[in-house]
């Protein structure tokens, strides 16, 4: 079934298949698809049938056909419009990213409480106070937000959020969010993740 | 077996235990610590006995008792040193970023090409030439890195990184890294996690 593990998968294999079309090859199979992700090759096979996508025995997967139906999975053929809570360290540093509008993700516009923020334009983004959120949401239908405030504020910030139309988030407060029905919250906790490289590294000196 | 999911629950496990005990808990079954972290009862105790951690079936766990070999097992009693390569956007917010002190990790020193960036001394960190990361690795006996430099520079910098003696890096360049032996690449790629909200909004909206 398709879970968060799956998705990142089809994003990885996404990003590996573009490589491959960028080196010139038309044709891929299964297993060199799986090395390129650190994935195995029953993976990508179990993985793509999940979406009815199918190779040919001999002649393996056409790279072109695999990246258009990715490209309809991932939502790559529309441009993501997505809103901002929180211009502070990292909310700042996700704005000023262009590497999302390459992958058509659009970030437009930030919402803040501190007026020192405000009517700052960071590479065309405004800064606008949070009661504009509800409005703003509403006006061009956006159903993808970004929680960068501070773990006290972040559940209010979601139920916010949610209350004006928003229906994923992706969320770096370092705390469990109690998500309402029909939204999906992915949560970026970086202690996490710098313990898990900590755990792996811990294991491998004793082994 | 203990793979990145396995330790990811791990440290959410931490952290709700913290909640418990700040409320006054001093025990707690199974299911109440699966309900909080979004786990089954099944998952805490196949994870739990992985590490040789079981509860009473009458009494549940001990809280303090769980709290102590989560933070052995996460390394949270001793300091965890970390210097940070690429002091752009992102760089910049993990290095401000006070919560990572919280959790007992380090970022001893940021590293980067531009010498504009250079004595800068943002949170007590310094900012240093790249040519100086062997030797302060060195010096420190640093294992832990993380990589905020673009992708083209990514691979680099982990090679410089691994034969300075770093064997964990936690890497945001959105490519795929060869890694080394002996040393452990944690990627998040944050495209990736915008993409996995996207995927799960739409197909929501679908059914
Ligand atoms: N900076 C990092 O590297 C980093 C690392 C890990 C986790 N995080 C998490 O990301 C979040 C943001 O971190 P940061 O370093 O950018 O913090 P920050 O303090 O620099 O920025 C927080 C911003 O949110 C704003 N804010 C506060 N309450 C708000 C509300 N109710 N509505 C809208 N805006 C509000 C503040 O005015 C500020 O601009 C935090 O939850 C933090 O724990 C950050
Ligand atoms: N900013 C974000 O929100 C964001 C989001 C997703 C992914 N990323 C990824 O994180 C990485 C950093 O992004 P950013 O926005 O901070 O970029 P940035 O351009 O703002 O910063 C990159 C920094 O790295 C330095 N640098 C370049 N080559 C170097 C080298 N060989 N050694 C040491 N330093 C070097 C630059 O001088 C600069 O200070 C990139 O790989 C980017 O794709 C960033």
């Known amino acids: 079934h398709t879970n968060k593990n799956c998705i990142q998968r089809m994003s990885r294999y996404r990003n590996a298949l573009n490589r491959f079309k960028g080196l010139g090859f038309s044709k891929i199979f299964s297993n060199y698809l799986a090395d390129a992700v650190g994935s195995t090759s029953s993976q990508v096979r179990k993985d793509f049938s999940l979406f009815g996508i199918y190779g040919s025995k001999r002649g393996g997967y056409s790279i072109d056909c695999l990246i258009e139906q990715l490209n309809e999975i991932l939502g790559k053929n529309e441009l993501q419009k997505v809103v901002l809570a929180g211009f502070g360290n990292m909310g700042a540093a996700l704005v000023r990213y262009k590497g999302f509008s390459k992958e058509g993700i659009s970030i437009l516009a930030a919402f803040d409480i501190d007026p020192a923020k405000y009517n700052k334009r960071i590479n065309n983004i405004e800064v606008l106070p949070l009661d504009r959120l509800q409005p ?72």
């Open 136 to 207: 703003f949401v509403q006006e061009h239908q956006i159903k993808i937000g970004i929680l960068g405030v501070p773990e006290i504020a972040a559940q209010h910030v979601l139920d916010l959020m949610v209350a004006a139309g928003i229906r994923g988030v992706l969320n770096f407060a370092p705390i469990q969010l109690k998500c309402p029905a029909g939204c999906v919250v992915n949560s970026v906790t970086l202690e996490h993740e710098l313990e898990n490289v900590i755990y792996f590294v811990n294991a491998n000196e004793k082994t």
